[in-house]
C-alpha cells in the first residue's frame, strides 16, 4: 500500500476527487495518509479533516527565511514516510532539496496541455486567461513529474478538453476539472501504485 502525501493552497476540489476515487475503488493499492498546506484557510484541509486524515499547514511567512521553511517542509514529509507526493493545487514552489529527496515520487496537476501555459506565473484561473487570450480551440490538463524545473518533468498523462467560443476563465477553468483534472490525478495515483503507467524523462523541451 503507498502512502500517499497531498499537498494543497486552495479549495480541494482535486483533493476530493482523489479521496472519491479511493472510496469508490478506482485507486488501488495507494491510501491518502497526510495533507499538508502552506494556508491555513484553505478549504482543502476541511475536506481532509472530513476525512479523517492527518492535516498540518506549514506557512512561509511562519518561517525567519526561506531555507528555514525549506528544511521544515522536508523534515515533515519525510517523518510521514510518504512513498508518493501529489500536488493538487499547490502553489509554493517545491524546494530543490525535496525534489532531490523524493526523486520521481513528486507529482503534480497543472491545468493546461503542457508545454502550453505553464511555468512562472501560470497558475489557477491565470492560465485559463492566457489560453483564452491566445486563442486555442482546445486545452485541457496534464498529470506530469516534478523536477527542478516548474511544470517541466516528464509527463504522465493528458487530457484534451474544448474551448467554447463563449467561455469565460471561469467556465473553461471548471469544465477542464470536471473533463480532465478530476478524473487524471487519481488515474494517475492508480497507476503508479499498480505499475501501469510508462513515462520518457522530458529532455529540452523548451
Ligand atoms: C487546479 O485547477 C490545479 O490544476 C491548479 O490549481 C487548481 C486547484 O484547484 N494548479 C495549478 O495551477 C498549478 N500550477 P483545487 O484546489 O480545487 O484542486
Not at 472519491?20 to 475536506?47: C, H, M, P, Q, T
Amino acid at each position: 500500500m503507498l502512502r500517499v502525501g497531498v499537498l494543497v493552497s486552495g479549495g480541494g476540489t482535486n483533493l476530493q476527487a482523489i479521496l472519491d476515487a479511493e472510496k469508490a475503488g478506482r485507486i488501488r493499492n495507494a491510501k491518502v495518509v497526510f495533507v499538508l498546506s502552506n494556508n491555513s484557510s484553505a478549504y482543502a484541509l476541511v475536506r481532509a479533516k472530513q476525512a479523517g486524515i492527518r492535516t498540518l499547514c506549514l506557512s512561509p511567512a511562519a518561517f525567519p527565511d526561506r531555507a528555514s521553511f525549506h528544511g521544515a517542509l522536508l523534515e515533515t514529509l519525510q517523518k510521514e514516510g510518504l512513498d508518493l507526493i501529489v500536488l493538487a493545487g499547490f502553489l509554493v514552489r517545491v524546494p530543490e532539496e525535496v525534489i532531490r529527496a523524493f526523486r520521481g515520487r513528486i507529482i503534480n496537476i497543472h491545468p493546461s496541455l503542457i508545454p502550453s501555459f505553464c511555468g512562472k506565473g501560470y497558475h489557477g484561473i491565470k492560465v485559463h486567461e492566457a489560453a483564452l487570450r491566445c486563442g486555442v480551440k482546445v486545452s485541457g490538463a496534464t498529470v506530469h513529474v516534478v523536477d527542478e524545473e516548474l511544470d517541466h518533468g516528464a509527463i504522465l498523462l493528458q487530457r484534451a478538453v474544448e474551448v467554447r467560443d463563449d467561455d469565460t476563465p471561469e467556465s473553461l477553468q471548471r469544465r477542464i476539472m470536471e473533463e480532465a483534472e478530476w478524473n487524471l490525478l487519481p488515474a494517475a495515483i492508480d497507476g503508479i501504485a499498480n505499475g501501469k503507467l510508462k513515462w520518457k524523462e522530458a529532455s529540452e523541451r523548451r
